[in-house]
């Protein structure tokens, strides 16, 4: 089993920057496709950002393209995402995510963090 916890959410102006971290343990992500969800209240799971094994090559939705950067560090074991420019459209609980394959989406990830939340004022 690999347990994720994310941390770094809280409330932020529009225009403003957050990174948010995803530390595993139980299991190394140097095996695992890493990716970022979010949820806003009444609406459904949505990607936002997913990583190689390797780190060298990401894909992200394009609401965050060029807002938003996914990165890894399999040597601590952590998952990030850069937040830039956020606007009050970001608000979500957001959740990073591990699967064995390339893939956006959430139904083929078998690993889930509780989530933390971002909240974005205008």
């Known amino acids: 089993q690999m347990q994720l916890v994310e941390s770094g959410g809280g409330l932020v102006q529009a225009g403003g920057s957050l990174r948010l971290s995803c530390a595993a343990s139980?299991?190394?992500?140097?095996?695992?496709?890493m990716a970022w969800f979010r949820q806003a209240p009444g609406k459904e799971r949505e990607f936002v950002a997913v990583i190689r094994r390797s780190g060298d090559s990401t894909h992200q939705a394009d609401s965050v393209k060029g807002r938003f950067t996914i990165s890894r560090d399999n040597a601590k074991n952590t998952v990030y995402l850069q937040m830039n420019s956020l606007a009050p459209e970001d608000t979500a609980l957001y959740y990073c995510?591990?699967?064995?394959?390339?893939?956006?989406?959430?139904?083929?990830?078998?690993?889930w963090g509780q989530g933390t939340q971002v909240t974005v004022s205008s």
């Open positions: 139980g299991r190394v992500i140097s095996a695992y496709y």
């Open positions: 995510a591990a699967a064995n394959l390339w893939t956006m989406s959430p139904a083929q990830y078998i690993y």
